[in-house]
């Protein structure tokens, strides 16, 4: 079965930086478009990026172009976000799916990790 363990969450002060990392398996990882969403304090499901198959095409949400960077190691079967200039607007879980944008609200998702930006 599909599993996505997401990792590397942390209390960050506003302007630092994270990188996400979501260790996959149960499907074929290299085949697959995968994106990372997040989920505010009371707030529903926002898409935040997405990276092809290839991991060559990338799309940002507007509220993080510019600042974050979605990558991934086909070989590892493993997915990355890296988090630059983080703000207090950025603090939510964040989770790993498969698939692109359409599928936010119905893909499944793994455990999610916390970042919170906070001085």
């Known amino acids: 079965q599909v599993q996505l363990v997401e990792s590397g969450g942390g209390l960050v002060q506003p302007g630092e930086s994270l990188t996400l990392a979501c260790v996959t398996s149960?499907?074929?990882?290299?085949?697959?478009?995968m994106s990372w969403v997040r989920q505010a304090p009371g707030k529903g499901l926002e898409w935040v990026s997405t990276i092809n198959s290839a991991g060559i095409i990338t799309t940002y949400a507007d509220s993080v172009k510019g600042r974050f960077g979605i990558s991934r190691d086909n070989a590892k079967s493993t997915l990355y976000l890296l988090a630059n200039s983080l703000k207090p607007e950025d603090t939510a879980v964040y989770y790993c799916?498969?698939?692109?944008?359409?599928?936010?609200?119905?893909?499944?998702r793994g455990q999610g990790t916390q970042v919170t930006v906070s001085s």
């Open positions: 799916i498969k698939g692109g944008k359409s599928g936010v609200m119905t893909a499944q």
């Open positions: 149960g499907f074929t990882f290299t085949a697959s478009a």
